[in-house]
């Protein structure tokens, strides 16, 4: 992967110097913001990567950050949010955050997840293309496009819509997908609920009423080619 420019944001100071250290240790460059606006203003500039983004902040908090973010970057997001917070961590991944760490943190456990989303968004597979009436996905390319227009998925979004392409008419649990797509071997399954929910929004005619990834209920999901 090389020295990945990560940005990490947090008001805490100890908490930015500990994460810091992991990072560095990990081979990473490392920026770092201590407000919301800092953080914004640092991403144009440096463009990183990928963005370590606690939830909580004493100006602009994180979740407009990450909607900032959004609107013009895909850049992955690992949030940070409080025990407890299991809204604010939901209204993240809705927003598009790739991944989240739940404080108290194992700085360690923070850096390999930032690594593996850095795997997923900068490895470059073998060349191919899958492909779905007017729904297709350049691989190498990491290019998703629907009736010849892009669509701005997250590193996340893309490894999901991969996956579900390449294994169509298969049922699969979302402790499965949590498992096979993100690699994670425990975590929280409605992180794979929301990511399905943004999908759907991005890829099917009617969200509410998917023909392309179906609910199947009791079990989990299952692509159906349009």
């Known amino acids: 992967m090389g020295r990945?420019?990560?940005l990490v944001v947090d008001d805490d100071l100890t908490v930015r110097d500990v994460?810091?250290?992991?990072?560095?240790?990990?081979g990473h460059q490392v920026a770092l913001a201590g407000t919301g606006e800092e953080a914004l203003a640092l991403a144009a500039r440096l463009r990183p990567d990928l963005v370590v983004l606690d939830l909580m902040l004493p100006d602009?908090?994180?979740?407009?950050v990450c909607r900032r973010l959004r609107a013009t970057s895909a850049v992955p997001v690992v949030m940070l949010t409080?025990?407890?917070?299991?809204?604010?961590?939901?209204?993240?991944?809705?927003?598009g955050a790739d991944d989240y760490v739940t404080k108290p943190f194992s700085p360690r456990e923070l850096a390999l997840?930032?690594?593996?989303?850095?795997?997923?968004?900068?490895?470059?597979?073998?060349?191919?293309?899958?492909?779905?009436g007017d729904l297709r996905l350049d691989v190498a390319a990491?290019?998703?496009?629907?009736g010849g227009d892009d669509l701005s998925l997250t590193t996340r979004e893309f490894d999901l819509l991969a996956f579900f392409l390449a294994h169509p008419g298969a049922v699969f649990t979302?402790?499965?997908?949590?498992?096979?797509?993100?690699?994670?071997?425990?975590?929280?399954?409605?992180?794979?609920?929301?990511h399905v929910r943004r999908l759907r929004e991005k890829?099917?005619?009617?969200p509410a009423k998917p023909i392309r990834i179906a609910t199947v209920w009791g079990v989990g999901y299952r692509y159906d080619r349009a």
């Open 4 to 6: 990945s420019k990560v």
């Open 19 to 26: 994460v810091r250290r992991y990072l560095e240790l990990a």
């Open 60 to 64: 602009v908090d994180g979740l407009e």
């Open 82 to 95: 409080a025990l407890g917070e299991e809204e604010n961590r939901i209204a993240g991944l809705s927003l």
């Open 113 to 132: 997840r930032v690594s593996s989303v850095l795997r997923r968004s900068l490895s470059s597979p073998a060349s191919g293309e899958l492909a779905d």
């Open 142 to 146: 990491r290019r998703a496009t629907r």
């Open 174 to 194: 979302r402790e499965q997908l949590l498992e096979k797509v993100w690699g994670w071997d425990f975590g929280d399954q409605s992180t794979v609920t929301v």
């Open 203 to 206: 890829i099917e005619t009617t």
